[in-house]
């Protein structure tokens, strides 16, 4: 369960040697977002096996300017799959054996096969044009699960350390450093690209304490929040309650003040007896920003994404005093 508040941020093309080799298995993963269609391809990452760039594999927005694809040189390219404008979209890149995938949002949406010849030379791409924007792109020298993929998605910082070769937090004024501590840091021509800090990189924020209890009870553990703060899904351990019209409420983690009024997102999931239902809230404070009822709760696990209206984003003036409530109805 967690609010996800992503912004702008630009990366810009880069470039450098010292790649993972082709046939070694790969992880490339992050946010991208297009500004306009740009009504052609470009690449996002790429990897190299030959110093004339003849041997590749890679992530790409394919001609119509609004698609990403997967493809190799030394296989076929998958359908492209639409993603659309102005929309935050978390991409990653996997290499398992001869097979490529790209898995969009949680989802695999492209594959495609062969391998490329031998390495020549490595070399190693990620960037894009002025129209599109990136952000917390991290690689392994590993193909991660869809769980742990799952887990990258929802978290700011690496969440797994094993065969993570690079980390481009892009914050703190240094877009192009890289932060695993393997000194990876981007370059263009031969020099390291670095630029100030944007506003509003994605965010994702889980509950952090317990406001009040209620009648709501903890599946194990005595605390609500140590069953929802989850990084990877579960529903091994949740929150419960028998009593009508009882109310609980969990405060999240606090964030920064994306300064935009678009891509905030209220994440969670319901488990009903199929006659008694759920309000969910998202509050400031004491005050509700935002409220959805489920009545009644599905009988079978459910996940709902819900997402803020401009108004209701701007409301928010402290991100620092976001909590949810939930109410048996």
Do not use: K
């Not at 929309?87 to 398992?96: E, G, K, L, S």
């Not at 109310?247 to 969670?268: E, F, I, K």
């Amino acid at each position: 369960m967690y609010l996800n508040a992503v912004g702008d941020i630009v990366y810009r093309q880069a470039d450098l040697g010292d790649s993972i080799p082709q046939a070694n298995p790969v992880t490339a993963a992050g946010w991208l977002r297009i500004l306009s269609d740009i009504d052609a391809g470009t690449a996002i990452w790429e990897r190299y096996g030959n110093i004339d760039g003849t041997i590749w594999q890679g992530i790409y927005i394919d001609p119509t300017g609004t698609a990403v694809l997967v493809n190799n040189s030394g296989g076929s390219a998958s359908g492209s799959t639409e993603i659309g404008v102005d929309n935050w979209v978390h991409v990653a890149y996997v290499r398992d054996g001869t097979n490529h995938y790209i898995i969009l949002n949680g989802v695999l949406v492209g594959t495609s096969t062969g391998t490329p010849g031998a390495d020549v030379s490595t070399s190693f791409a990620l960037g894009g044009n002025g129209d599109i924007e990136l952000a917390h792109w991290r690689i392994w020298e590993a193909a991660l699960t869809a769980d742990e993929l799952l887990a990258e998605r929802q978290s700011i910082s690496p969440v797994r350390t094993a065969g993570l070769w690079a980390n481009y937090e892009m914050a703190n004024g240094a877009l192009a450093a890289d932060s695993s501590g393997n000194g990876r840091d981007l370059r263009l021509n031969g020099t390291v690209v670095d630029g100030a800090e944007e506003p509003g990189i994605p965010q994702v924020a889980r509950p952090s304490s317990d406001v009040s209890d209620g009648a709501w009870t903890p599946s194990s553990g005595v605390d609500l929040y140590g069953v929802l703060d989850e990084v990877v899904l579960s529903d091994a351990d949740y929150i419960t309650t028998n009593t009508t019209a009882d109310a609980c409420v969990v405060a999240l983690g606090a964030l920064s003040d994306p300064t935009s009024s678009a891509g905030h997102l209220l994440r969670y999931r319901l488990l009903g007896d199929g006659t008694s239902g759920i309000t969910v809230e998202l509050l400031q404070g004491s005050t509700t920003i935002a409220t959805w009822t489920h009545d009644p709760a599905p009988a079978t696990w459910t996940t709902y994404s819900q997402t803020l209206t401009g108004t209701q984003a701007d409301s928010i003036t402290d991100y620092t005093a976001l909590r949810l409530r939930f109410t048996e109805v």
